[in-house]
């Protein structure tokens, strides 16, 4: 009677302690925004392996920095109107809800790696500029580097000769120069304010700047084994943004977001448009509400496009369950996963 009992207590030892992690092998998952394949590979890899959605995250998007995504990831990509290119980053634990990010980060070429640190070794949430550099050269970053490129250069120069068309700017003189800019009609408190069109003829929402490969951003999305989730992002940002220009990049919420209570949301397109919206942490809101992904994304959109129907931009969302969904407008978007599944990455094409 006892070798029955002990045998009944090793079966349901072993049945709990499988099944403990939650995983029944439906993780880990990896999903990401474009056809990133081999940054979804990489994070793969580690999540597979064992180790942290965290770890997964910082692996997946350092490979797309390494390979310069795009263009519009890591280093030697999107210059600014002086022709230099920063790094915007960030990183989130939908555990314990941290967030390390980074922006307008200059001569660091890591931008995900330095937004770890920042997350892993200070109370903060965002660094800025030349003192994110400091801070992460300080904690053994390689710096400082020229983060410019023979070919964002040669974009530069030839953006320069086209008289600085197109730019950022609105309500300004000369409308068609490379500046210096000022105010085109004055904004003091008897004269009212500047009209709302922009005068600079093009799209009130600035879209028209934005492209696949002018503007755009890794943001990516793991569970690991245990079911344990985080998010990540890294971008150049804006092609021929004005100096100091912070998109959605770095920014909790709008780029993405992680909760593992609920799932985790990532983000690409028109930043300065998507940041006064917070997409990724509306799409999260609404899974936890009970919405399903595609239902979750295509409403944080759409609450964009009804304000700003010039917009262009996507969201990609996944829950606990490992249900993932895209939602775009203005563009065709692509997003890329990697599950127990699949034999290796697949990629999901969402239409506006």
């Known amino acids: 009677m006892s070798i029955k009992l002990v045998f009944l207590f090793i079966l349901l030892s072993s049945s709990v302690l499988g099944n403990g992690d939650g995983n029944s092998g439906k993780y880990p998952i990896v999903v990401s925004t474009w056809p990133f394949v081999d940054a979804v590979r990489a994070a793969w890899r580690v999540a597979d392996g064992g180790f942290s959605a965290v770890d997964a995250v910082v692996e997946g998007c350092s490979t797309c920095e390494e390979l310069r995504c795009d263009g519009t990831v890591g280093p030697g990509g999107s210059p600014d109107e002086n022709g230099e290119t920063t790094i915007d980053a960030l990183i989130m634990n939908g555990a314990t ?161 992680a909760d593992e209570e609920v799932g985790a949301c990532g983000a690409t397109g028109d930043g300065d448009i998507m940041m006064r919206f917070l997409p990724c942490y509306q799409t999260v809101e609404s899974m936890r509400r009970g919405m399903e992904p595609e239902l979750a994304a295509k409403d944080a959109i759409s ?40 034999e290796d990455v697949k990629v999901f094409t969402v239409l506006p």
Not at 312 to 337: D, L, P, R
């Open 97 to 257: 809800m941290e967030v390390g990010a980074i922006a307008a980060m200059r001569f660091v070429k890591d931008g995900i790696r330095a937004a770890r640190l920042v997350m892993q070794h200070t109370e903060h949430t965002l660094f800025v500029g030349e003192k994110a550099s400091a801070f992460a050269i300080a904690m053994g970053l390689p710096g400082p580097a020229n983060l410019s490129s023979v070919e964002s250069m040669d974009k530069w120069t030839k953006w320069r000769e086209n008289g600085c068309q197109p730019n950022f700017w609105k309500n300004v003189v000369p409308v068609d120069g490379c500046g210096p800019y000022q105010p085109k009609c004055n904004m003091g408190p008897s004269e009212g304010e500047c009209p709302a069109s922009n005068l600079m003829g093009v799209t009130e929402s600035g879209s028209s700047h934005v492209g696949l490969h002018s503007h755009d951003t890794i943001s990516m999305a793991v569970i690991d084994k245990m079911g344990h989730v985080a998010v990540g992002t890294s971008t150049n940002g804006a092609t021929f943004k004005i100096p100091g220009r912070v998109g959605d990049g770095p920014i909790a919420g709008s780029s993405a977001y």
């Open 303 to 342: 609450r964009i496009a009804r304000k700003f129907p010039d917009f262009v931009g996507a969201v990609v969302a996944i829950n606990k369950n490992g249900e993932h969904a895209g939602a775009c407008h203005g563009w065709t978007f692509k997003y890329s996963v990697r599950s127990p599944e699949m």
